[in-house]
């Protein structure tokens, strides 16, 4: 199994999005898990000198949930998913992906820079396993740096 986690950037308005897609590179389809209370997407973001911008988690605040079935995609080789997007919007000071969100507010550096992370757990995969989900890829991808315009 060989997937990677691509980004493509766009801008709307005040906003730059940043949209994670995992592409099966590998010869064998696969089923990635697409549940976002088993999966996660997030971000790690860092200013221009290097130093990481601590996000709150609005996951801790979120009760438990029963599941139903189980949101999986099985993936050919060659093709990719969407599995989140990233939001920054300079004027605001604001930037979230799933449930992170960074207050930028004193931040004074002039670019941030994205990485976008992608991750099944063990865990995860046997509890989507226990709700008849078909076995799905475990593990964690990152996606290549994005250099983001922030402050002029």
Not at 57 to 84: C, Y
Not at 100 to 106: A, C, G, M, Q, V
């Amino acid at each position: 199994m060989k997937l990677e986690l691509l980004t493509k950037t766009t801008k709307e308005k005040n906003e730059t999005l940043v949209t994670a897609s995992l592409r099966n590179t590998g010869t064998e389809p696969v089923d990635i898990l697409l549940e976002f209370m088993l999966s996660r997407t997030y971000g790690k973001l860092t200013d221009d000198a290097g130093k990481e911008l601590k996000a709150s988690d609005a996951s801790a605040v979120r009760g438990a949930r029963a599941f139903g079935k189980i949101k999986t995609h099985p993936l050919k080789p060659g093709e990719e998913v969407e599995v989140g997007q990233f939001s920054i919007t300079p004027s605001a000071h604001h930037a979230i992906t799933g449930d992170y969100s960074w207050d930028l507010t004193d931040v004074q550096s002039k670019t941030l820079t994205l990485e976008m992370i992608y991750e099944v757990t063990d865990e995860a995969a046997r509890i989507a396993k226990q709700h008849k989900a078909p076995d799905v890829a475990v593990g964690r991808w990152t996606s290549k740096p994005v250099v983001l315009p922030y402050r002029k």
